[in-house]
C-alpha cells in the first residue's frame, strides 16, 4: 500500500476485555515498530519486528502485551485484560529496515478503556 | 539507556517570523541518527528532517535547519518563515546505530503558529 495502515482507527472497550489492533506496513519494509502515546505525553517503545522475529521486547510494559507478526508484513499488538491505564495512541512505523533509513508512522489507534 | 529531552512543553510564534526548539540527548554512543518529527491533530508522524551524528554539517530541508552540537548532546530546531501549516507537536527523536533502530522521543514541544 502506499503507507502504513492501522486499524481501527478508534477503539472503546470496557476495562478486562482483550483488544487486538493491526497494522499492515508499507509493502517490502522488513522492521515493524509499535510505539505508545499516552495523552500529551511522547512516544514510547514498545517493541519491534526485523522479518517475523523480534529480537526486543524490552518495551511491552507487562505481560499483558504481546504481539506477533506473520509473512513479513501484518502485525497484530494483543492487550489481555485491559486497564485504564492502557488508554492511548498506539502508533505502528515501518521502515526498509537499515539504520539510516526513517520510519514511517501510521495514523495510530486511540485505545479507550472505560 | 538514551534519554531525550525536550525543555520547552509550548511556543508560539508569529506568521512569517523565526522559531527554535530545543532537544538535547544523553548517550554513550558515538554513532547514532537524530530525528525531528512533527505530529499535526490528525496524529500521523511526519517526519521533519533527520541528521548522522557523524557528519558535522548541519541538516537543512527548506525552512527547516538543525543546530547539531554533538559535544554538547544537543540538537535543536530551527523554522524560518513560519507558516499556519506548522502549528502541531515536534518530537526529537533518537536512533542508535547498533540497537535495533528503535527511536526514543523527547517528550515534545507544542508549537502554535499566531496569524
Known amino acids: 500500500g502506499a503507507g502504513v495502515s492501522q486499524s481501527p482507527s478508534n477503539k472503546v472497550t470496557e476495562k478486562g476485555k482483550d483488544v487486538e489492533l493491526r497494522c499492515d506496513p508499507i509493502?517490502?519494509?522488513?522492521?515493524l515498530y509499535w510505539y505508545r502515546q499516552r495523552l500529551g505525553q511522547g512516544l514510547e517503545f514498545l517493541i519491534y519486528?526485523?522479518?517475523?522475529?523480534?529480537?526486543?521486547k524490552s518495551g511491552l510494559p507487562s505481560d499483558r502485551f504481546s504481539a506477533e507478526r506473520t509473512g513479513e508484513s501484518v502485525s497484530t499488538l494483543t492487550i489481555q485484560r485491559t486497564q485504564q491505564e492502557d488508554s492511548a495512541v498506539y502508533l505502528c512505523?515501518?521502515?526498509?529496515?537499515?539504520?539510516?533509513?526513517?520510519?514511517?508512522f501510521g495514523d495510530g489507534t486511540r485505545l479507550s478503556i472505560l | 539507556a538514551q534519554t531525550v529531552t525536550q525543555s520547552q512543553p509550548e511556543m508560539s510564534v508569529q506568521e512569517a517570523e523565526t522559531v527554535t526548539l530545543s532537544c538535547t540527548y544523553d548517550?554513550?554512543?558515538?554513532?547514532?541518527?537524530l530525528f525531528w518529527y512533527k505530529q499535526p491533530p490528525s496524529r500521523q508522524m511526519i517526519l521533519v528532517i533527520r541528521?548522522?551524528?557523524?557528519?558535522?554539517q548541519n541538516a537543512t530541508e527548506n525552512r527547516f535547519s538543525v543546530n547539531f552540537q554533538k559535544a554538547a548532546k544537543s540538537f535543536s530546531l530551527k523554522i524560518s518563515d513560519s507558516q499556519l501549516g506548522d502549528t502541531a507537536m515536534y518530537f526529537c527523536?533518537?536512533?542508535?546505530?547498533?540497537?535495533?533502530?528503535?527511536?526514543?522521543f523527547g517528550g515534545g514541544t507544542r508549537l502554535m503558529v499566531k496569524p
Open positions: 541528521q548522522e551524528a557523524y557528519k558535522q
Open positions: 509493502s517490502g519494509h522488513t522492521a
Open positions: 527523536a533518537f536512533m542508535s546505530y547498533n540497537a535495533g533502530n528503535m527511536l526514543t
Open positions: 519486528f526485523q522479518g517475523n522475529s523480534a529480537p526486543d
Open positions: 512505523a515501518s521502515s526498509p529496515g537499515q539504520p539510516n533509513q526513517p520510519q514511517h
Open positions: 548517550t554513550s554512543e558515538n554513532n547514532y541518527y
